[in-house]
T-cell receptor
Framework: AQTVTQSQPEMSVQEAETVTLSCTYD???????LFWYKQPPSRQMILVIR??????QNATENRFSVNFQKAAKSFSLKISDSQLGDAAMYFC??????????????FGKGITLSVRP | DSGVTQTPKHLITATGQRVTLRCSPR?????VYWYQQSLDQGLQFLIQ???????AKGNILERFSAQQFPDLHSELNLSSLELGDSALYFC?????????????FGSGTQLSVL
C-alpha cells in the first residue's frame, strides 16, 4: 500500500518570503501522480499543483513549484513571494497511475502554514 | 466554486442516530468519491462510485453505506452513529475514473455527533 508522510505539522513564513513544505511517499509503483492540495479556513480542498511521475521536469504554477525527487521519493512544494492568502493547511497526495487500479487519492496528514505580515 | 455541491453544510445529531449526506457532482462528471477528514485519522478515502456502480472501497465502516443515483448524485448514509464519527465528510467528483483526471472537491459536511 502507498503511504504519504508529511512530518512537519506546522510552518511559518514571512510575507513575501519563500517557504518549502516537505513530503515523502512510499510506493512500489513506477507510474503515479503526486498532488499538493490547499485547504483554507473555508474548508474547500483546492488543487495547487500536480506532478506526473514519468515527467522529469518539475511542475510549476505561478508562485508554486515542486521539487520532485523520484529516486528519493520526495515531493516538496515551494511557495515563492508568500502572500497572506497562502495561509492554509496543505496536503500532499498520491494517486496510482495504473489503468484499472484504485483511482483514490492517498493523503498525508497535512501541514498548517501561517504567513506573518 | 468547484461545482460540487454538498448538503447540508453542518449536521448535529446524537449517538445512535442515522444521517444522510448528499453530494451533487459537477455537471458531466460520472465519478463520485467520499472522504472523511478527522483530526486523528486525517483524510481517509471511503468509497467511489462510477456511473452508478461501486468502483472502489476504502476504510468505510459497515455502519456506513453509499449509493449513486441515475442522475449521478450520491448519498452517504451513516447509521448507529458514535462520537468518533464526528468529522468533515467530503465529496469529490471527476469526469471518469482515470488516474490522470482532476478531482474537484465540495465544501464538505461537518458532522458533529453529541
Amino acid at each position: 500500500a502507498q503511504t504519504v508522510t508529511q512530518s512537519q505539522p506546522e510552518m511559518s513564513v514571512q510575507e513575501a518570503e519563500t517557504v518549502t513544505l516537505s513530503c515523502t511517499y512510499d510506493t512500489s509503483e513506477s507510474d503515479y501522480y503526486l498532488f499538493w492540495y490547499k485547504q483554507p479556513p473555508s474548508r474547500q480542498m483546492i488543487l495547487v499543483i500536480r506532478q506526473e511521475a514519468y515527467k522529469q521536469q518539475n511542475a510549476t504554477e505561478n508562485r508554486f513549484s515542486v521539487n520532485f525527487q523520484k529516486a528519493a521519493k520526495s515531493f516538496s512544494l515551494k511557495i515563492s513571494d508568500s502572500q497572506l492568502g497562502d495561509a492554509a493547511m496543505y496536503f500532499c497526495a498520491y494517486r496510482s497511475g495504473y489503468t484499472g487500479a484504485n483511482s483514490k487519492l492517498t493523503f498525508g496528514k497535512g501541514i498548517t502554514l501561517s504567513v506573518r505580515p | 466554486d468547484s461545482g460540487v455541491t454538498q448538503t447540508p453544510k453542518h449536521l448535529i445529531t446524537a449517538t445512535g442516530q442515522r444521517v444522510t449526506l448528499r453530494c451533487s457532482p459537477r455537471s458531466g462528471d460520472l465519478s463520485v468519491y467520499w472522504y472523511q477528514q478527522s483530526l486523528d485519522q486525517g483524510l481517509q478515502f471511503l468509497i467511489q462510485y462510477y456511473n452508478g456502480e461501486e468502483r472502489a472501497k476504502g476504510n468505510i465502516l459497515e455502519r456506513f453505506s453509499a449509493q449513486q443515483f441515475p442522475d449521478l448524485h450520491s448519498e452517504l448514509n451513516l447509521s448507529s452513529l458514535e462520537l468518533g464519527d464526528s468529522a468533515l465528510y467530503f465529496c469529490a467528483s471527476s469526469v471518469g475514473d482515470r488516474y490522470n483526471e482532476k478531482l474537484f472537491f465540495g465544501s464538505g459536511t461537518q458532522l458533529s455527533v453529541l
